[in-house]
């Protein structure tokens, strides 16, 4: 197992208000795992990726939990060795590589900051690397000398991803790298990725809000809702049987391409305000299903090996 | 569906220019762009960014003024400067939906004010009636619960209700709608497209919908336009663009499209990259990507070729005429 979150809570306090934006997640992944987070805005995806990394800044708190990384726990880590892990062992790739890559330095400098720091290799060495990566993502080598706004938006995103991967890295975390590009850009970038971790093996995590992208290329979903994680499984037979009632609404919500869309419809009502406690399931004021039990709070847990789903009454 | 347009663009070319120093190069975002569009359908307008397509609805929202060509609404030409009177007249009949609920709403303003003021200015009476009305129409109930609220006390499927309030409130006879789901949740956006459809169904709306999602455009149109780099590559129906897409870059952005139920994917492989508008491709604008590209598709730009009542910008079908 190369990953195991237990029982992670983490939010944000200000102006004496707390608000949970992860609730009590646990869940694991294998190595060579593609496993991908959907949810709506606000339901704390982003949170809780950046509490696995230990990247959120304050007024961000982790407040409860346990992250094996490795068998080692990474938010009882020290700052140096921690520091030495990230790249090297795990690294992010963000939304806006338009904004990540530094606009007055060459490419292929700003990948040469992330080999020389965290490693003992020449100059001359990592440019071949720089080359290798490059190549791996589709960038020809000429390109190494431009700077960032000569490039177009795949391209750039496709730098970040180069850079991700330098150390080849057992876990690679990913939060929407896709979001700001066009579709056909999104799809060959997704291919190339698909390529790569066919010959590197690595993890993947991957966070998006695009759900009918996620379903088609994940190999495990999970869905969060209001700060907890609902369902998670095999994406497809998620797709196929959502034992939540969320999650099957959340199918429903995005019309298909191909089938002929009879059960297209949203999800009534909107999501819980998080700033006040929730009692019971989170899901119960939009579930069509609710009963009385629905007012104690469900546990996550596992129905069929390796399912995993958090309602009293699944479908 | 009656026999004339009640919209139609004739040759519509729109460049802006940019200026580099002391030299002034144009981006040439729509070229030569024709399209007819019939009452109470929705059609959709699908591409990538910077094809166009939300040029093409600014011409016609008179937000912008085309170069060359005219725009043709009911039986009229669409003046490129409007008279007081006849933009009264116009803005009352066309109508727009943004696509960013949290920024096409004025923050300091009620609901009821952002209603009432197309009625102010267009003179009409029994406002408040108006208002409760379409505040119905687009389900905010009961709309005494919403008539006082301000925009940020209102989640994004309620203010795009809002938006879409205003833009029926005049009883237009076209919507122009830029993206309107776009920055929804996933589980709203249904109701919203529901929400458009119902108002076709009820008031007999024409829609001109700009969108990037083949599978939403697919679900709420009856016909789709592709665009790319500014010209319109392929007219069909909604149902065509998926099922048996002709131009091949309509076919590159099927399969691009994201879609669960896909058994064996197709790779796409490399596809190259959009061109540069100040300096497009001599003749058709698909042809440096296109793996089925002839020796002329460089020279020439291709004309319409009709395939079964359809019209395909490409060189493929020509034989077909």
């Known amino acids: 197992m190369l990953l195991e979150v237990r029982n992670l809570s983490a939010g944000y306090k200000s102006q004496g208000k707390e608000i949970e934006a992860v609730k009590n997640v646990s869940f694991s992944l294998d190595e060579n795992d593609f496993l991908g987070i959907a949810g709506e805005s606000g339901c704390g995806k982003s949170t809780l990726l950046f509490s696995i990394l230990r990247l959120l800044k304050r007024p961000g708190e982790i407040f409860d939990g346990e992250v094996f990384f490795k068998g080692e726990d990474i938010l009882k880590m020290d700052e140096e060795t921690l520091r030495k892990k990230r790249w090297k062992e795990f690294s992010l790739v963000t939304q806006s590589a338009m904004n990540a890559l530094n606009p007055v330095y060459k490419i292929k400098d700003q990948i040469m900051d992330v080999i020389l720091e965290h490693s003992d290799y020449t100059k001359i060495e990592a440019l071949e690397i720089i080359e290798r990566v490059l190549q791996m993502v589709g960038i020809q080598k000429e390109r190494m000398d431009s700077y960032p706004h000569q490039l177009s938006g795949g391209m750039k995103q496709r730098v970040a991803i180069a850079m991700a991967l330098v150390f080849s890295p057992s876990l690679v975390v990913m939060d929407e790298p896709t979001t700001a590009l066009d579709v056909v850009v999104q799809r060959s970038i997704m291919e190339q990725i698909d390529e790569i971790r066919n010959t590197n093996k690595f993890s993947m995590i991957f966070v998006t809000h695009d759900i009918s992208l996620l379903f088609e290329i994940s190999k495990r979903i999970a869905i969060m809702y209001a700060g907890e994680l609902v369902e998670l499984g095999q994406t497809k037979q998620v797709y196929l049987n959502p034992l939540h009632p969320y999650t099957s609404g959340l199918i429903n919500s995005f019309p298909k391409l191909t089938k002929e869309t009879k059960e297209y419809k949203g999800i009534p009502g909107k999501i819980p305000d998080l700033s006040k406690p929730i009692i019971g399931c989170s899901f119960k004021e939009r579930c069509q299903n609710r009963k009385e039990l629905c007012n104690t709070r469900p546990e996550f847990k596992e129905v069929i090996p390796g399912r995993w789903v958090a309602c009293h009454f699944p479908l | ?321």
């Open chain 2, 1 to 321: 569906m009656s026999f004339s347009p009640i919209i139609s663009f004739e040759n519509i070319t729109k460049k802006f220019p940019v200026r580099k120093g002391f030299k002034v190069q144009y981006v040439h975002a729509v070229r030569d762009v024709s399209l007819d569009v019939f009452p109470g359908e929705i059609i959709s307008i699908v591409g990538e960014s910077g094809c166009g397509k939300t040029t093409l609805l600014r011409l016609l929202s008179r937000i912008y003024v085309e170069d060359e060509g005219k725009i043709v609404y009911g039986s009229e030409i669409v003046p490129k400067k409007f008279k007081r009177k006849e933009e009264l007249e116009f803005r009352r009949k066309v109508q727009m939906i943004f696509q960013d609920p949290f920024s096409s709403l004025n923050p300091v303003k009620k609901v009821h004010q952002i209603l009432g003021r197309p009625l102010e200015l267009q003179k009409l009476n029994n406002i408040d009636e108006r208002i409760y009305e379409a505040l119905e129409e687009v389900e905010l109930t009961p709309p005494k619960n919403f008539i006082n609220k301000y925009p940020h006390e209102l989640s994004g499927g309620e203010r795009q209700r809002v938006v879409i309030a205003r833009a029926i409130i005049t009883k237009p006879s076209v919507i122009l709608a830029d993206e309107p789901t776009s920055m929804l949740d996933v589980s709203i956006r249904a109701g919203i497209m529901k929400l458009m459809l119902k108002i076709r169904d009820d008031f007999n709306t024409t829609y001109l919908h700009v969108t990037h999602d083949l599978a939403a455009a697919r679900y709420i149109s009856d016909r789709v336009a592709v665009m790319y780099a500014g010209m319109l590559l392929e007219e069909c129906t909604a149902d065509d663009i998926v099922l048996e897409p002709l131009h091949p870059y309509t076919q590159l952005l099927r399969k691009a499209a994201p879609d669960p139920d896909r058994l064996v994917s197709e790779k796409l492989g490399y596809t190259g990259e959009v061109p540069n508008l100040i300096t497009p491709p001599k003749g058709c604008p698909f042809e440096p990507r296109c793996k089925y590209a002839m020796k002329k598709c460089k020279n020439f730009v291709p004309p319409y070729f009709r395939v079964n009542k359809r019209k395909v910008k490409c060189f493929l079908y020509e034989k077909n005429n």
